[in-house]
């Protein structure tokens, strides 16, 4: 891609240059490559930015006709968006039709992210897909982006935002309108064209994965993300890869939580294109701390 993070015009060409990880040789047991992170308000790495990396490191080790079809991360330590990070990939196994590998992400010689991936080649076999949901009102029907009312949501990820996020029904960023019920629907795409390359498109859907895939738990509670000493973290994340598709068209990401308990809780969720073919699904638990009044 030959993108760098000093020289991007625009946050899509930050996202671009996180994702062009370096390659630095291959070790005894494993391959290294390492990456630059976007910059970060609250001074932590945003998690599908790592994840991403971790996909696109794994991917360097296998010809490009193999594709990931399922990741499996936990997030160990938050990251610092000043410091590089380095990937660090084992071959576990190549098979005939699967490969396997983990990736862990480092800065200062300590893990702050591990990874396991599945890839396969492509073939025939047999298909159904869950059908996206009737009724979603389309990105054009919903009222525009203000910047103004993302501010919230900006501030606490991105000193600038390369994606665009339509609520449905609305965003929780300083209050939760409605009914407090733990699901909703967000549209959301980067914010200009990606090169057509599929690796780029399956790397920013993962990055794109992280995006608001906790809110249905804070949804369900009538908790905005600025209520006051609220707590959130990622824990883990789980991923597969259905279709290809695109992330510079409009996306439709369903999601929902069908558990919280004991500071923990489970989301879960599917991405679809606009005319409903199934790309992805994704699952993640979180740490929710809510200060008792």
Request: glycine letters at 8%.
């Amino acid at each position: 891609m030959g993108v760098s993070v000093t020289d991007a015009i625009d946050p899509v060409a930050s996202l671009l240059a996180v994702l062009d990880l370096r390659d630095a040789g291959a070790r005894t047991t494993e391959d290294i490559f390492t990456g630059v992170s976007q910059p970060m308000p609250f001074g932590r790495v945003y998690g599908g930015q790592v994840l991403a990396q971790s996909v696109v490191a794994a991917s360097r080790t296998l010809p490009p006709e193999r594709t990931v079809h399922s990741m499996h991360g936990y997030f160990l330590r938050p990251g610092d968006p000043s410091d590089g990070i380095t990937f660090s990939v084992d071959r576990i196994h190549d098979g005939r039709s699967f490969s396997t590998r983990r990736t862990q992400a480092f800065q200062a010689g300590v893990p702050i992210f591990s990874m396991i991936a599945s890839f396969q080649d492509d073939g025939p076999g047999l298909e159904h897909a869950e059908p996206m949901p009737e009724g979603v009102p389309q990105p054009e029907d919903l009222p525009p982006i203000d910047d103004d009312a993302l501010h919230p949501m900006s501030r606490r990820m991105f000193s600038e935002r390369p994606v665009d996020v339509l609520h449905v029904p609305s965003p929780v960023y300083t209050s939760v309108e409605g009914p407090h019920v733990p699901r909703q629907a967000v549209w959301m795409r980067t914010r200009r064209t990606l090169p057509d390359d599929p690796a780029i498109h399956r790397a920013a859907l993962a990055y794109l994965s992280d995006l608001t895939i906790q809110e249905p738990i804070l949804r369900g509670h009538g908790v905005p993300w600025n209520a006051p000493g609220l707590r959130v973290a990622s824990l883990d994340h789980a991923m597969w890869w259905h279709r290809p598709g695109r992330a510079d068209d409009w996306l439709l990401y369903v999601q929902e939580s069908p558990n919280a308990r004991g500071g923990r809780g489970l989301s879960t969720g599917r991405i679809y294109t606009r005319d409903g073919v199934l790309l992805a699904s994704v699952a993640q638990e979180v740490m929710v701390r809510v200060p008792q009044e």
